[in-house]
């Protein structure tokens, strides 16, 4: 069964302080896509990052860094120096196919809130 | 910046009534999709839509719904009869040529009274 977990409901930090926000997934298929979106109080959901199953290289952009483990099942994301503007909630997701026109299957969401 | 455009942005309707909701999706794309977000809850996936036809929905996406591209532009979702637990937020995505990314619309709160 195809599963996402994002184990942290709320995450509360101060300005300034890295964070890293945890994501475990459950496939059968051996050819995946991950991803992380940003759902600011606005409402809308912001396209952070895609990572296909065969490239387990950690990736960086700018403050944000992803960690992809396949081994533990693992898709964690990192914010260095965090700032009031990344207060969110965050969606970690799985695509199984590898296709497209798959559906995205995402995680419950883990709010963070930055305080300054 | 290409953005997929969804209106209304809040939607207020009386339970039993239909409802559409709109969607622009970015021009070139080929894939459209529905999602709908239950206040507080985690982002469903409802239904996928190419060349004109249904790739995949969820149990879900029931008799009461059903999608629509009616010209070249607007992709549709309409609920034919609302009931109390449609309300939510609905987001229309869209997703180009073997790009693998689905771009989201800001959202439609829909709130069946």
């Known amino acids: 069964a195809q599963k996402v977990t994002q184990a942290q409901t709320e995450i509360s930090v101060v300005e300034k302080e890295d964070v890293t926000l945890d994501c475990v997934y459950e496939?059968?298929?051996?050819?995946?896509?991950l991803f992380w979106y940003k759902q600011p109080p606005s409402g809308e959901l912001v396209f952070l990052i895609r990572?296909?199953?065969?490239?387990?290289q950690n990736e960086i952009s700018g403050r944000y860094s992803w960690n992809f483990q396949k081994s533990t099942s693992s898709f964690n994301f990192t914010i260095t120096a965090s700032q009031v503007v990344d207060s969110a909630v965050y969606f970690c997701?799985?695509?199984?196919?590898?296709?497209?026109?798959?559906?995205?299957?995402f995680g419950s969401g883990t709010r963070l809130s930055i305080r300054p | 910046e290409p953005e997929v455009t969804q209106t209304p942005s809040h939607q207020v309707t009386q339970m039993g009534q239909e409802v559409i909701l709109r969607c622009v999706p970015i021009s070139n794309h080929l894939y459209f999709y529905w999602y709908r977000q239950i206040l507080g809850q985690k982002v469903e996936f409802l239904v996928s839509?190419?060349?004109?036809?249904?790739?995949?929905k969820s149990e879900i996406f029931d008799d009461q719904f059903s999608v629509e591209r009616p010209d070249g532009s607007n992709f549709t979702l309409k609920i034919r009869s609302t009931k109390l637990e449609d309300s939510a937020m609905y987001f229309c995505a869209s997703e180009g040529l073997a790009e693998n990314i689905q771009y989201f619309g800001a959202g439609t709160r829909l709130s069946v009274l």
């Open positions: 990572r296909n199953s065969f490239d387990e």
């Open positions: 997701a799985l695509s199984e196919d590898y296709s497209s026109a798959s559906k995205i299957i």
């Open positions: 839509f190419y060349n004109n036809e249904i790739s995949e």
């Open positions: 496939t059968r298929d051996t050819t995946y896509y």
